[in-house]
């Protein structure tokens, strides 16, 4: 790539990066300024409340599935022990 090509793309770039400072900065502004008004808060709080929901509905969507894709494990219940009766004629081993 020749020097001035370089030089060329530097430029671009650096405006490109005031560009995106100034806008930055401006949204921010704008943000502060709708927060202090009284709609502006009511369309923060909205958004706060559907984050939140959203984020909770991710959440248990990810706990279902990962409930889902767990392997079950099934207890057999325990063998019966054999019953010996006491009678006269067996004797009760000790």
Known sequence: MSPMRKTAGKKVAATRKRNAAK???????AASTRKGRAAGKKAAKTRVRQGAARKAAATSARKKEAALTQPVQVQEPPAPEPQVQATPETPIPE
């Open 23 to 29: 806008r930055q900065a401006a949204a921010k502004k």
